[in-house]
T-cell receptor, first 111, second 116 residues
Framework: DAKTTQPTSMDCAEGRAANLPCNHS???????VYWYRQIHSQGPQYIIH???NNETNEMASLIITEDRKSSTLILPHATLRDTAVYYC????????????FGPGTSLSVIP | DAGVIQSPRHEVTEMGQEVTLRCKPI?????LFWYRQTMMRGLELLIY????????DSGMPEDRFSAKMPNASFSTLKIQPSEPRDSAVYFC??????????????FGAGSRLTVL
């Protein structure tokens, strides 16, 4: 079973920041938070991951709360191409354990 | 690197026929995952391998499904006999698992199966 809770859908205006929340209240100390997204008809694509510090790469920023029970993926300037389903996953970073995807958040970027 | 390569991209077959889906993982990756995606059930993990060995096949729906990984560069998912409810997009993903390296999955483009 997925260990995360995400809103079913969200809208964001083009050019604005998209903030996608994820709750993972049962996360353990050695579990990372991973984010993937799936653009229609394509395979899921890795975005970013983190353990407890905030992370940033060319695609997005990841903000993890101090108690690690929730996180937010930030797309700083959303474009129409960011319309996709976004999945938040927690798992051990060095484990070859199964990777379970929940229903994710369907983000619609509106012109 | 060409990424994870899946074939065929599209398959249309009739009920009762055997279907074989193929996957070539990224060179150097040692974990391979098979997923199935439908509108109703979302993205479901069917089976995954580590170093060519099946680790967990609890997601395989029934005995009609089987998966093999004869070597590090090739895996198959077979459905025999196929049924209309098997219609879905099947994704293969690979990753490198080792020590302290973060385990990131790279997905293929998927194989869209339609069983009539």
């Amino acid at each position: 079973d997925a260990k995360t809770t995400q809103p079913t859908s969200m809208d964001c205006a083009e050019g604005r920041a998209a903030n996608l929340p994820c709750n993972h209240s049962t996360i353990s100390g050695n579990e990372y938070v991973y984010w993937y997204r799936q653009i229609h008809s394509q395979g899921p694509q890795y975005i970013i991951h983190g353990l407890k510090n905030n992370e940033t790469n060319e695609m997005a920023s990841l903000i993890i709360t101090e108690d690690r029970k929730s996180s937010t993926l930030i797309l700083p300037h959303a474009t129409l191409r960011d319309t996709a389903v976004y999945y938040c996953i927690v798992r051990e970073g060095t484990s070859y354990d199964k990777v379970i995807f929940g229903p994710g958040t369907s983000l619609s970027v509106i012109p | 690197d060409a990424g994870v390569i899946q074939s065929p991209r599209h398959e249309v077959t009739e009920m009762g026929q055997e279907v074989t889906l193929r996957c070539k993982p990224i060179s150097g990756h040692n974990s391979l995952f098979w997923y199935r995606q439908t509108m109703m059930r979302g993205l479901e993990l069917l089976i995954y391998f580590n170093n060519n060995v099946p680790i967990d096949d609890s997601g395989m729906p029934e005995d009609r499904f089987s998966a093999k990984m004869p070597n590090a560069s090739f895996s198959t998912l077979k459905i025999q006999p196929s049924e209309p409810r098997d219609s879905a997009v099947y994704f293969c993903a690979s990753s490198f698992w080792g020590g302290r390296v973060a385990n990131v999955l790279t997905f293929g483009a998927g194989s869209r199966l339609t069983v009539l």
